[in-house]
């Protein structure tokens, strides 16, 4: 048995090349993750676009509507931060798809791997942060709304607050938000999720992976989740453009057998999203991208899923 993988074609949306986000990104990790043989084809399965109904369980009709028909006013398109295209409306709910795959064939084979994801700055009513749905919260509701699920950890690694889901789930009981973030990056103004972990300006590989391992057995025991829901944002890398962190590649890579080994080990399935990352060197992004997958196979090998 190999990991499972999600990726879609349409993970790729043509987008202004004068723009900053780099959507490209999805296609070229693709193809890093099959190049350097982290991944054979067959591990690849291909998500569906959710129905609006399912995104309508974490956002209000109206702005899902309004997103979807490209009805968004121009303070709201800004707010995200991307131009409207039909293109991007499908890759955007395609990659919520990938999401609500990757943790469903987590739950049937103990882990999975989105090549996309992690959109957690999206609002109920509103996107925010180059974020228009949010995935993580969709997937666990949908899992929740299904019966196959009751409790879920999401553990958000970006080097962004995971606001938008931390509002999304306060006060409910069933899915417990973690974050662990830049203390002075955006978003400006923080919500409150279950734990808030924020980090000083600086922070490196040891203290970093430390302070990860002193909260995250202690979750895992504590919640005892019945899925795991992993936010690999790799904009803590020294090398980002807006990360304000310096995780090397290496540091990178042991975040990861570090959060997959913890769930794994204790029997907890575990999805996976890519979250975050900004940088114009573009194959060293992808590069960063793929530490997860990589980390996610040996796992996955190691523990005979
Ligand atoms: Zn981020």
């Given at each position: ?53 399912l995104i309508e369980l974490i956002h209000t009709p ?39 795959l990757a943790a469903e064939l987590a739950l049937q ?32 509701r949908v899992l929740q709304t299904q019966g196959i ?157």
């Amino acid at each position: 048995m190999d990991l499972p993988i999600i990726y879609h074609p349409n993970y790729v949306a043509p987008i202004p090349t004068n723009h900053r986000f780099p959507m490209a990104k999805f296609q070229q990790l693709y193809e890093l993750l099959l190049a350097d043989g982290v991944a054979e084809t067959e591990q690849f399965y291909t998500p569906e676009r959710p129905s609006e109904k399912l995104i309508e369980l974490i956002h209000t009709p109206e702005y899902v509507q309004a997103y979807c028909q490209g009805n968004l006013e121009n303070k709201e398109q800004r707010r995200i931060g991307l131009p409207w295209s039909l293109a991007l409306a499908n890759r955007t709910c395609v990659a919520v798809g990938g999401t609500i795959l990757a943790a469903e064939l987590a739950l049937q084979k103990g882990m999975a791997c989105n090549t996309a994801g992690g959109t957690h700055h999206a609002f109920p009513s509103y996107g925010s942060g180059f974020c228009i749905f949010n995935d993580l919260a969709i997937a666990s509701r949908v899992l929740q709304t299904q019966g196959i699920v009751e409790t879920i950890l999401i553990v958000d690694l970006d080097v962004h607050q995971g606001d938008g889901t931390a509002f999304i789930f306060q006060g409910d009981d069933s899915v417990f938000t973690f974050s662990m973030h830049c203390e002075v990056n955006f978003p400006r103004t923080k919500q409150q999720s279950d734990i808030d972990v924020p980090l000083s300006v600086g922070m490196e590989d040891d203290e970093y992976l430390q302070t990860l391992a002193s909260y995250l057995p202690d979750l895992l025991s504590q919640i005892k989740p019945d899925l795991v829901l992993y936010d690999a944002g790799v904009d803590p890398h020294i090398g980002d453009k807006l990360g304000k962190l310096a995780l090397t590649d290496t540091g990178i890579y042991r975040r990861e057998m570090q959060v997959l080994s913890t769930c794994v080990a204790g029997g907890y399935p575990i999805a996976c999203v890519i979250g975050g990352g900004y940088t114009d060197d573009m194959k060293s992004l992808v590069y960063r991208h793929s530490l997860l997958h990589r980390a996610a196979n040996q796992v996955y090998q190691q523990y005979r899923l």
